[in-house]
C-alpha cells in the first residue's frame, strides 16, 4: 500500500520525468531542413518557416527570414496568412518578406499595416508598398504622410519617389490641400522625381511656408519657369532659401542669374557665397573665388566629376 509520505516523494519524481520526456521529443528547430522540405512541396514545413518569423530567441527569425525569401513565390500564400499577426515582430518581418518578393498579392494587407497606428512599425508596409511598384499604392503612402511617426513619412515620401512617374498627377493634386507638414514631403518628392509637370505647381507654393523646400525642389528640376522666383530667392531672409536659389541658376546659365548671384559672394552663409561662386562658374565658364569660414579666399569644390 502506498503511504501518504511516499506519494509525496513519487510525484514530484513522476512531474520531473514527464517533463524531461517532453523535451526529449521537442525537436529543436533546423531552418535548413525546414527550407528543404518547403522546397519539396511540404506545406506544413513552409508554414513553420513563415511563423518562424515571430521567432526573435537566439536569433531564429533572422535565419529564417533569408530562407523564406529564397523560396521565392512559393511561401507568399504562408506569409499572407501572417501579415495581421498580433506578434508585431513576426508581422514586420511578414511584411518585409513579401516587399521584397514584390508580392502584389500583398497589396490590401500592406496598406493595413500602413493604416494601423496601433503597430508601431508600419514604416516597414510603407516601403514594401514602394517595392510593389503599383500605383493603387500612390493614394495610402500620401496618405502617410500625415502620420505622427516620422520614420512613417520618411518611408512613403521615399516609396512615393519610387513609384516615379505614377505619383506624380496624385502628389499634384494633392498639394494644394496638404498640412503643411505633408506639403513638404510632397515637395521633396516632386523634387527627386523631377517631372517637369511639377514645376508650375511648386512655384504656386514658392509663398508659403515651404519655401526654401521649394527652392530646393526646384534646383533638381532645372527649368528656366522658375528663374523669376529663384532670382527673388536669392534675397530671401532665410539662408537656405538664398542657398538653394543661388544652387538652381547655375544650371540655368542665363546672364540675368549671374547678375543676380554676385552680390552674393559677400553673403553672411558661408553656404551661400559657396554655392554662388558655383553657380557663377557654371554660367560664366571662369572660375570664381569665394570667402571660406576662415575668410580666405578659395575656388569652390566641384561637386558634377
Same mark, same amino acid.
Given at each position: ?20 520526456? !517532453? ?35 537566439? !536569433? ?72 510593389? !511598384? ?118 540655368? !546659365? ?52
Amino acid at each position: 500500500m502506498v503511504t501518504r509520505r511516499l506519494l509525496h516523494r513519487i510525484v514530484p519524481l513522476a512531474a520531473l520525468v514527464l517533463a524531461l520526456a !517532453g523535451c526529449q521529443d521537442k525537436a529543436p528547430i533546423d531552418p535548413v531542413a525546414l527550407e528543404n522540405a518547403a522546397r519539396a512541396g511540404d506545406a506544413k514545413a513552409m508554414a513553420r518557416l513563415a511563423d518562424l518569423l515571430g521567432h526573435a530567441e537566439n !536569433g531564429v527569425n533572422d535565419q529564417v527570414y533569408p530562407k523564406i525569401v529564397a523560396l521565392g513565390q512559393e511561401a507568399v500564400p504562408a506569409l499572407l496568412r501572417q501579415a495581421a499577426s498580433k506578434n508585431a515582430i513576426q508581422r514586420e518581418y511578414t511584411l518585409a518578406a513579401l516587399g521584397t518578393l514584390r508580392a502584389r498579392e500583398a497589396f490590401d494587407a500592406l496598406v493595413a499595416a500602413l493604416e494601423d497606428t496601433g503597430f508601431e512599425r508600419r514604416y516597414i508596409a510603407a516601403w514594401a508598398l514602394g517595392q510593389l !511598384g503599383d500605383a493603387r499604392g500612390v493614394a495610402p503612402l500620401i496618405a502617410a504622410l500625415n502620420d505622427d511617426n516620422e520614420t512613417v513619412r520618411r518611408y512613403a515620401t521615399r516609396s512615393l519617389i519610387k513609384l516615379d512617374r505614377h505619383a506624380v498627377e496624385p502628389m499634384i493634386a494633392a498639394l494644394p490641400t496638404a498640412t503643411t507638414r505633408a506639403a513638404g514631403y510632397l515637395i521633396r518628392a516632386l523634387g527627386d522625381i523631377g517631372d517637369a509637370r511639377a514645376v508650375e505647381p511648386l512655384l504656386a507654393q514658392v509663398s508659403g511656408p515651404n519655401r526654401p523646400l521649394v527652392f530646393q525642389a526646384l534646383a533638381k528640376l532645372k527649368d528656366r519657369r522658375a528663374e523669376a522666383a529663384l532670382i527673388e530667392g536669392l534675397k530671401d531672409a532665410d539662408w537656405r532659401s538664398r542657398s538653394f536659389a543661388a544652387m538652381a541658376l547655375g544650371p540655368l !546659365g542665363s546672364p540675368q542669374s549671374a547678375t543676380a548671384l554676385e552680390p552674393l559672394l559677400d553673403d553672411p552663409e558661408v553656404v551661400v557665397r559657396e554655392w554662388a561662386a558655383r553657380s557663377l562658374e557654371m554660367i560664366t565658364g571662369k572660375h570664381v573665388r569665394y570667402r571660406d569660414a576662415k575668410g580666405e579666399l578659395v575656388l569652390p569644390y566641384s561637386i558634377y566629376h
